[in-house]
């Protein structure tokens, strides 16, 4: 992890940062703004807004599921901006490479497990009660292996190797019978995802189920959702005679196609967080394709700067206050600061305020960051 004192000399996509802090503003507490408004108006929309703040229980799609693949998919599209081959460069000149994603793959991973055991709990002194996989860490490994793919193949390459995970995955959850058990089983218990995990998978699982939603085979197809966001990259950097606005369109059209896909799956493979399906993949990169297309179409096409700034701010900075919040006590910070302001309210506007507020302390500090010219990535 580095920090740097001066904004990046290379341009970025200011789209991508838009959109990376517009999914990373969910986590935040973004989400407490729906029922705060319910409670404030009474509104039934309100109310079905806050119902996608929530994952699916099982199988299913809520707008809140999005977010941990949409984040995938940023970074592969960041990979893919600027695509280069390795494998035919000397030894001194892509081995530091190499080293910077490894340890970019460990640092993560450790950071996923601090993460897991945040929140005043502490990582436990004996190894089998830790819970290994993580968020960061599905984010590491798809992201880690997306890159060896674009280092050393082809585009053709890529494309059938994630075209294989998606069916290769099917076919093990639909089709490859479960010691013990039968083949097709999607179920917490019965799955083939469960079977792996409780056999391989060191260390607890989340919540102690029988399989952890970022657990050992469902990490596989998330490389897709990587490499989606890869291909994308590599369509946006590369000239073509339509225009951005083409660009735009085409990435619309793919992100319905995809969605159209992966929903005519659903009866035949469940689309579920979770197991994270193949059915799943698709319906997640048909909507991380068309959030892509409607950020690039404000933000670098239209210029829309002032819209996308306060994601930006978040954007730049992600991966830090993902953190940040298994670590530091923001609602104890926000009510300190606003508590008294907060209380003089009428009663139905306290929890809107409470959520503002909460809101504002963490995006002051990365605004504060931001002007410093302090920009931590890994």
Request: proline share 5%; aromatic share 14%; hydrophobic share 55%.
């Amino acid at each position: 992890m580095q920090a740097t004192e001066t904004k990046a000399s290379k341009p970025r996509l200011a789209s991508l940062d838009a959109l990376r802090g517009f999914d990373m503003f969910w986590i935040l507490g973004g989400e407490k703004l729906f029922i705060a408004l319910f409670a404030l108006t009474g509104w039934s929309f309100w109310q079905l807004a806050d119902a996608e703040m929530h994952h699916s229980q099982w199988h299913g799609f809520t707008f809140y599921d999005l977010i941990f693949p949409l984040f995938i998919f940023l970074s592969g599209v960041a990979l893919g901006l600027s695509p280069k081959r390795l494998d035919k460069l000397p030894p001194a000149e892509r081995n530091p490479i190499y080293r910077h994603a490894v340890k970019r793959l460990f640092l993560l991973l450790a950071l996923g497990v601090l993460y897991n055991h945040g929140w005043g709990t502490g990582i436990p002194l004996h190894p089998d009660e830790v819970r290994y996989a993580s968020v960061l860490g599905r984010i590491a490994f798809a992201w880690f292996f997306a890159a060896l793919l674009v280092w050393h193949t082809s585009l053709r390459t890529q494309i059938v190797v994630a075209i294989g995970i998606l069916f290769g995955y099917a076919a093990i959850q639909l089709w490859l019978p479960v010691p013990g058990g039968a083949a097709g089983v999607l179920t917490p218990e019965g799955s083939i995802n469960a079977w792996v995990d409780t056999h391989f998978l060191p260390g607890i699982t989340y919540q102690h189920r029988p399989y952890d939603p970022e657990g050992v085979l469902s990490t596989l197809p998330a490389i897709v959702n990587a490499l989606v966001g890869v291909f994308v990259g590599r369509f946006i950097v590369k000239p073509h005679v339509w225009g951005d606005w083409g660009k735009a369109g085409v990435l619309a059209a793919a992100g319905v196609a995809s969605l159209a896909l992966g929903w005519s799956l659903d009866t035949v493979l469940p689309v579920n967080k979770d197991l994270w399906t193949s059915s799943f993949v698709l319906v997640t990169s048909g909507w991380s394709l068309l959030f892509l297309a409607l950020f690039f179409a404000l933000v670098d096409i239209l210029g829309a700067k002032r819209f996308a700034f306060p994601f930006i701010v978040i954007g730049v900075n992600s991966i830090i206050i993902y953190l940040g919040s298994a670590v530091m006590n923001w609602d104890y910070l926000s009510k300190s600061l606003f508590g008294g302001v907060i209380t003089i309210l009428p009663p139905a506007a306290q929890a809107l305020a409470a959520a503002v507020a909460f809101l504002l302390v963490q995006w002051g500090l990365l605004y504060w960051m931001y002007r410093k010219g302090i920009f931590i990535r890994i």
